[in-house]
């Protein structure tokens, strides 16, 4: 292509003393609508299989890679940046260009999805194209005649939905934005949301919360649980498996997601049954928050209402990540129903994020119940106030994520509307202008010829989603500019 000849003598000459130091040329509106379709089109026709994607691939797409390691060539993966993040990055690359062949190709990963719905009715973080092997799980679309889930042995998931880490949370985003782009096209697209919506509020335990996994029930749905958080005086620093449901998990800001979907249900569709959902969502986030002066949350609370243990590395303790996701949560339903509570438990828990923040600017993951020592899990798996040595898989600082958290909530708190609700949110979202122009003169250079931005020895499915949005982002806005 001649645009990826002219940016690769334009990086070579910039590399030249006559030229070091010299800016960038600006990018420009077809630069960014080839780079974004050539980018849709390598992933569509060369990395899908069924309508399904996964995290990441070997340059010559036989290796693919979900959470955990390599899958198998006919599994699809849920959890972003997987199957439904692919798929609302072609509803993107639809929305800038209207071109429908974009259209058509979020309507194949529509129909993937909806084929593996579960009949607890969601979706597990993996899902399975072969006819044969599908038949292990418990896909509605699948289950016919006298067959019934109990009929599969032999899978212990088979019928397990997962609202870990934004997996079906995405999975109906994405279904509610195509039903919105397509206009209602397809009725199977719409039974699909519907039903996993109302099986969502059906798990929903009484204080707001949600389950984690569920199959039936929500486990431990029928204990009563105490009203309010509290402190314990003391607690392990060894490892103790909780004893029984239920527990109540804020970890990886699953209310966040849970209640973003539920007001993204409402403004779609505007069933005040959603809206109660999203409601109830920030009653427990209200009942959750600890008490001064440490007005943060943590990541998951037993019946009492206290912090527990959760895995052998996610010991009882405030947490930094989680409390910020909760005060945009807060925000966000304030602006749906004006509520003093909520913007009021946004500042106490700011305040306390405020002054938790480490000497260098970034936050520890943990923080000790009582002391507010800042506390981190080490290599060896053991409770350490010392930063040094920290476990590597699981971060134990951080920082990006949380920073712009304050000057949305002080926007809010002057009654701005400054929530981003949309149906599905994009890293580039937060970028300026002039990172965004930097962005996509990046994306636009480090193209390769079949539209593949590679990473080392692997194409990243986040990689090509990210891209896909700061290029619609960067389209949208240069065609939203008064003509000079």
Same mark, same amino acid.
């Given at each position: 292509? &001649?645009?990826?000849?002219?940016?690769?003598?334009?990086?070579?000459?910039?590399?030249?003393?006559?030229?070091?130091?010299? !800016?960038?040329?600006?990018?420009?509106?077809?630069?960014?609508?080839?780079?974004?379709?050539?980018?849709?089109?390598?992933?569509?026709?060369?990395?899908?299989?069924?309508?399904? $994607?996964?995290?990441? $691939?070997?340059?010559?797409?036989?290796?693919?890679?979900?959470?955990?390691?390599?899958?198998?060539?006919?599994?699809?993966?849920?959890?972003?940046?997987?199957?439904?993040?692919?798929?609302? =990055?072609?509803?993107?690359?639809?929305?800038?260009?209207?071109?429908?062949?974009?259209?058509?190709?979020?309507?194949?990963?529509?129909?993937?999805?909806?084929?593996?719905?579960?009949?607890?009715?969601?979706? @597990?973080?993996?899902?399975?194209?072969? !006819?044969?092997?599908?038949?292990?799980?418990?896909?509605?679309?699948?289950?016919?005649?006298?067959?019934?889930?109990?009929?599969?042995?032999?899978?212990?998931?088979?019928?397990?939905?997962?609202?870990?880490?934004?997996?079906?949370?995405?999975?109906?985003?994405?279904?509610?934005?195509?039903? &919105?782009?397509?206009?209602?096209?397809?009725?199977?697209?719409?039974?699909?949301?519907?039903?996993?919506?109302?099986?969502?509020?059906?798990?929903? $335990?009484?204080?707001?919360?949600?389950?984690?996994? @569920?199959?039936?029930?929500?486990?431990?749905?029928?204990?009563? =649980? =105490?009203?309010?958080?509290?402190?314990?005086?003391?607690?392990?620093?060894?490892?103790?498996? !909780?004893?029984?449901?239920?527990?109540?998990?804020?970890?990886?800001?699953? #209310?966040?997601?849970?209640?973003?979907?539920?007001?993204?249900?409402?403004?779609?569709?505007?069933?005040?049954?959603?809206?109660?959902?999203?409601?109830?969502?920030?009653? @427990?986030?209200?009942?959750?928050?600890?008490?001064?002066?440490?007005?943060?949350?943590?990541?998951? $609370?037993?019946?009492?209402?206290? #912090?527990?243990?959760?895995?052998?590395?996610?010991? !009882?303790?405030?947490?930094?990540?989680?409390?910020?996701?909760?005060?945009?949560?807060?925000?966000?339903?304030?602006?749906?129903?004006?509520?003093?509570?909520?913007?009021?438990?946004?500042?106490?828990?700011?305040?306390?994020?405020?002054?938790?923040?480490?000497?260098?600017?970034?936050?520890?993951?943990?923080?000790?119940?009582?002391?507010?020592?800042?506390?981190?899990?080490?290599?060896?798996?053991?409770?350490? @106030?010392?930063?040094?040595?920290? &476990?590597?898989?699981?971060?134990?600082?951080?920082?990006?994520?949380?920073?712009?958290?304050?000057?949305?909530?002080?926007?809010?708190?002057?009654?701005?509307?400054?929530?981003?609700?949309?149906?599905?949110?994009?890293?580039?979202?937060?970028?300026?202008?002039?990172? &965004?122009?930097?962005?996509?003169?990046?994306?636009?250079?480090?193209?390769?010829?079949?539209?593949?931005?590679?990473?080392?020895?692997?194409?990243?499915?986040?990689?090509?989603?990210?891209?896909?949005?700061?290029?619609?982002?960067?389209?949208? =806005?240069?065609?939203?500019?008064?003509?000079?």
């Amino acid at each position: 292509m &001649l645009r990826h000849i002219a940016s690769a003598l334009f990086v070579a000459l910039s590399c030249g003393t006559a030229l070091a130091g010299a !800016p960038q040329p600006q990018p420009t509106v077809a630069e960014a609508r080839e780079a974004v379709e050539a980018a849709g089109a390598y992933f569509r026709d060369h990395l899908g299989v069924a309508g399904t $994607y996964v995290w990441k $691939y070997s340059l010559d797409g036989q290796k693919r890679v979900g959470e955990g390691g390599t899958v198998p060539a006919s599994v699809g993966w849920v959890q972003p940046p997987g199957t439904p993040a692919v798929g609302a =990055a072609f509803l993107r690359i639809f929305e800038v260009t209207g071109d429908k062949q974009w259209l058509q190709s979020a309507q194949v990963v529509a129909t993937a999805l909806v084929k593996t719905q579960l009949e607890s009715g969601g979706w @597990f973080y993996k899902i399975e194209t072969d !006819p044969q092997k599908a038949a292990t799980w418990c896909y509605r679309a699948l289950k016919v005649g006298g067959n019934t889930c109990r009929d599969i042995k032999d899978n212990p998931q088979r019928n397990e939905t997962v609202l870990d880490d934004n997996n079906t949370q995405s999975v109906l985003n994405f279904l509610m934005w195509f039903d &919105l782009a397509s206009g209602g096209s397809d009725p199977d697209v719409r039974s699909c949301i519907d039903r996993a919506l109302h099986r969502l509020m059906r798990v929903q $335990y009484p204080n707001g919360a949600f389950p984690v996994f @569920f199959k039936g029930a929500a486990p431990g749905a029928d204990v009563k =649980a =105490a009203a309010k958080a509290s402190i314990p005086a003391s607690w392990s620093h060894e490892w103790q498996k !909780p004893d029984r449901p239920p527990y109540f998990i804020i970890n990886d800001n699953l #209310p966040r997601d849970m209640g973003r979907l539920f007001l993204n249900a409402y403004r779609t569709y505007h069933d005040p049954a959603y809206l109660k959902a999203a409601e109830k969502v920030g009653d @427990f986030l209200l009942a959750a928050q600890l008490p001064a002066p440490q007005q943060g949350w943590a990541q998951g $609370y037993d019946r009492s209402m206290q #912090p527990v243990w959760g895995r052998r590395f996610e010991p !009882p303790a405030v947490v930094s990540r989680e409390t910020a996701g909760n005060i945009d949560y807060l925000i966000e339903l304030n602006e749906q129903n004006r509520d003093a509570r909520l913007l009021h438990a946004a500042t106490t828990a700011a305040t306390w994020l405020q002054a938790a923040r480490l000497s260098d600017g970034s936050w520890a993951r943990f923080y000790e119940l009582n002391t507010n020592r800042p506390l981190y899990i080490d290599e060896g798996g053991q409770v350490t @106030f010392d930063d040094m040595d920290l &476990l590597k898989h699981y971060g134990m600082k951080t920082g990006a994520e949380i920073e712009p958290v304050f000057a949305r909530l002080e926007s809010a708190t002057r009654g701005q509307r400054v929530s981003r609700q949309r149906l599905w949110i994009s890293a580039a979202d937060e970028l300026s202008t002039g990172e &965004l122009n930097s962005k996509v003169r990046q994306l636009v250079d480090s193209q390769d010829t079949q539209g593949r931005w590679v990473e080392g020895r692997f194409i990243e499915g986040e990689d090509f989603v990210e891209g896909v949005f700061a290029l619609a982002r960067f389209i949208s =806005a240069q065609a939203s500019e008064p003509a000079k």
